[in-house]
């Protein structure tokens, strides 16, 4: 016979726990017993199984709901040896503390954390997820958008070095080349944004490099700040920079700004191999007036999208666009700095301008070098990506992914918001996946939040609630 065994001092508890199993039991064919401690059901399991000692009788508990408040050692190691001992999945309920979080859970071999006091219709829902994974299953006591929405996916990912114009990591993420990345970190934090864009220039096995393709002039200032501290200095750093144009020499940059002389000055001293023409209206190049300008960077203050830069400039010209326009969305962010080189905040950083010259031209030489000050910082970086959840809930979603994984594997996610110093993680574990590929060729993955605790809870309700209404808004 198979339980569902609840292990809880309070009877109060139990018989909530019951209560939201009613449904439960039947469909996955199960047995409610509850016990106050682990004592008592190895006494149960002992005299069940030897009931008729002819024909030994297996007990089986399938669920194993434990309280954690009896537990003297809440560890991954203590509660893997209960999973053995007992060869059950096991749900977990402590009260929660804020003073005192539950830490490193995403290492726990168990299948949910579930915070007491109960909120009822998320205890009845990962109960049920938590008994049964053959299948996708649709939640009972929770509504399920019928509508998709996009959602954050973040991946955690410790930086190997930092500057103040890019960084380096190791990672066996598929980054490309050329791509622009979204990164949070509180290093970043400027007003509301904890965020920066950074693009992809050279990569080797798990080895990879990024430049910032839109930093504002605040957190150059905060990450140079942080760079003349002695505690996080970093040595030895070595950055490749750009393959494309590994052993160019020679460079010629184009300028279309007011206030050029200064930048012209100051690559004349930086960088005497790098010659300068005056971008003009009609796309010639002034200094020589030999036809359009095919410069190796354009700098300028102009906006081009990809079709004009491409048209006037070439498919090879870097596009260094020097303004202090706002990007509105995340989309058009994408969407802009995907063929912008990198956006250069006003006034124009020299030096800013210089690090990226030489990441994109690692063959340059400056005339007066300054060792770049790396530094390290304690916390991971958030790489943020866009996915589409479909029927989407406060206990479970759906989305597609690449590749296949399994159930019980670890993710987090966070709900896109304007305020981003409010960024908050959601946990979440793999509970089902379609082993068959959709006709996009994507593996649909049914994913359950984990640990959600009550603060969470009513983020999700209000996210859901404000883009209800502002989908009705648009609509009418």
Same mark, same amino acid.
């Given at each position: 016979?198979?339980?569902?065994?609840?292990?809880?001092?309070?009877?109060?508890?139990?018989?909530?726990?019951?209560?939201?199993?009613?449904?439960?039991?039947?469909?996955?064919?199960?047995?409610?017993?509850?016990?106050?401690?682990?004592?008592?059901?190895?006494?149960?399991?002992?005299?069940?199984?030897?009931?008729?000692?002819?024909?030994?009788?297996?007990?089986?508990?399938?669920?194993?709901?434990?309280?954690?408040?009896?537990?003297?050692?809440?560890?991954?190691?203590?509660?893997?040896?209960?999973?053995?001992?007992?060869?059950?999945? &096991?749900?977990?309920? $402590?009260?929660?503390?804020? /003073?005192?979080? =539950?830490? %490193?859970?995403? @290492?726990? +071999?168990?299948?949910?954390?579930?915070?007491?006091?109960?909120?009822?219709?998320?205890?009845?829902?990962?109960?049920?997820?938590?008994?049964?994974?053959?299948?996708?299953?649709?939640?009972?006591?929770?509504?399920?958008?019928?509508?998709?929405?996009?959602?954050?996916?973040?991946?955690?990912?410790?930086?190997?070095?930092?500057?103040?114009?890019?960084?380096?990591?190791?990672?066996?993420?598929?980054?490309?080349?050329?791509?622009?990345?979204?990164?949070?970190?509180?290093?970043?934090?400027?007003?509301?944004?904890?965020?920066?864009?950074?693009?992809?220039?050279?990569?080797?096995?798990?080895?990879?490099?990024? &430049?910032?393709?839109? $930093?504002?002039?605040?957190? /150059?200032?905060? =990450?140079? %700040?942080?760079? @003349?501290? +002695?505690?996080?200095?970093?040595?030895?750093?070595?950055?490749?920079?750009?393959?494309?144009?590994?052993?160019?020499?020679?460079?010629?940059?184009?300028?279309?700004?007011?206030?050029?002389?200064?930048?012209?000055?100051?690559?004349?001293?930086?960088?005497?191999?790098?010659?300068?023409?005056?971008?003009?209206?009609?796309?010639?190049?002034?200094?020589?007036?030999?036809?359009?300008?095919?410069?190796?960077?354009?700098?300028?203050?102009?906006?081009?999208?990809?079709?004009?830069?491409?048209?006037?400039?070439?498919?090879?010209?870097?596009?260094?666009?020097?303004?202090?326009?706002?990007?509105?969305?995340?989309?058009?962010?994408?969407?802009?700095?995907?063929?912008?080189?990198?956006? =250069?905040? %006003?006034?124009?950083?020299?030096?800013?301008?210089?690090?990226?010259?030489?990441?994109?031209?690692?063959?340059?030489?400056?005339?007066?070098?300054?060792?770049?000050?790396?530094?390290?910082?304690?916390?991971?970086?958030?790489?943020?990506?866009?996915?589409?959840?479909?029927?989407?809930?406060?206990?479970?979603?759906?989305?597609?992914?690449?590749?296949?994984?399994?159930?019980?594997?670890?993710?987090?996610?966070?709900?896109?918001?304007?305020?981003?110093?409010?960024?908050?993680?959601?946990?979440?574990?793999?509970?089902?996946?379609?082993?068959?590929?959709?006709?996009?060729?994507?593996?649909?993955?049914?994913?359950?939040?984990?640990?959600?605790?009550?603060?969470?809870?009513?983020?999700?309700?209000?996210?859901? =609630?404000?883009?209800?209404?502002?989908?009705?808004?648009?609509?009418?």
């Amino acid at each position: 016979m198979s339980y569902l065994c609840v292990i809880d001092k309070d009877s109060k508890i139990t018989a909530e726990i019951k209560s939201a199993s009613e449904k439960l039991l039947p469909e996955a064919k199960l047995t409610f017993i509850s016990f106050q401690n682990l004592p008592e059901l190895d006494q149960f399991i002992e005299t069940e199984t030897n009931k008729d000692p002819t024909k030994p009788t297996e007990v089986k508990i399938s669920l194993l709901v434990l309280s954690a408040d009896g537990l003297a050692d809440l560890s991954q190691e203590s509660l893997q040896k209960i999973r053995d001992k007992y060869k059950s999945r &096991i749900v977990l309920t $402590p009260f929660e503390d804020p /003073l005192k979080p =539950l830490k %490193k859970i995403e @290492t726990w +071999p168990i299948e949910n954390i579930i915070y007491k006091p109960f909120d009822p219709n998320i205890l009845q829902e990962h109960l049920r997820f938590s008994a049964i994974d053959d299948r996708k299953l649709t939640p009972l006591a929770v509504h399920s958008s019928k509508e998709s929405c996009k959602i954050e996916k973040i991946r955690r990912h410790p930086f190997a070095a930092l500057s103040d114009f890019g960084f380096k990591l190791k990672s066996k993420t598929k980054f490309e080349v050329g791509k622009v990345y979204k990164f949070y970190h509180f290093i970043f934090q400027n007003q509301k944004k904890s965020s920066l864009w950074a693009k992809l220039v050279y990569k080797n096995e798990e080895d990879h490099e990024f &430049i910032f393709c839109h $930093p504002s002039l605040p957190v /150059l200032n905060n =990450l140079r %700040k942080k760079a @003349t501290d +002695p505690k996080s200095k970093l040595k030895d750093i070595i950055f490749h920079g750009s393959d494309k144009n590994r052993t160019l020499e020679r460079v010629q940059v184009g300028i279309e700004m007011t206030g050029a002389e200064e930048l012209k000055s100051f690559i004349a001293r930086r960088f005497p191999a790098i010659e300068v023409i005056d971008i003009t209206p009609d796309g010639k190049a002034a200094a020589t007036g030999s036809g359009p300008a095919q410069p190796h960077v354009v700098v300028s203050e102009a906006k081009y999208d990809a079709k004009s830069f491409t048209a006037r400039f070439g498919a090879d010209a870097l596009y260094f666009h020097v303004t202090n326009d706002p990007l509105p969305d995340r989309e058009e962010a994408l969407t802009v700095l995907s063929f912008e080189s990198a956006r =250069l905040p %006003k006034p124009l950083d020299r030096n800013y301008f210089l690090r990226l010259m030489m990441a994109y031209f690692p063959a340059l030489k400056d005339a007066d070098p300054v060792a770049v000050s790396w530094f390290s910082v304690t916390e991971d970086s958030l790489h943020s990506e866009i996915v589409v959840a479909k029927e989407f809930s406060e206990a479970a979603f759906m989305y597609e992914r690449d590749s296949l994984l399994p159930r019980g594997n670890y993710q987090e996610f966070a709900l896109p918001q304007e305020d981003e110093t409010e960024l908050k993680i959601l946990k979440a574990k793999i509970q089902w996946a379609d082993e068959k590929p959709q006709q996009n060729k994507l593996f649909l993955h049914q994913v359950i939040f984990y640990g959600i605790r009550d603060n969470l809870l009513k983020k999700i309700r209000l996210w859901q =609630l404000q883009a209800h209404i502002s989908k009705k808004s648009a609509e009418s």
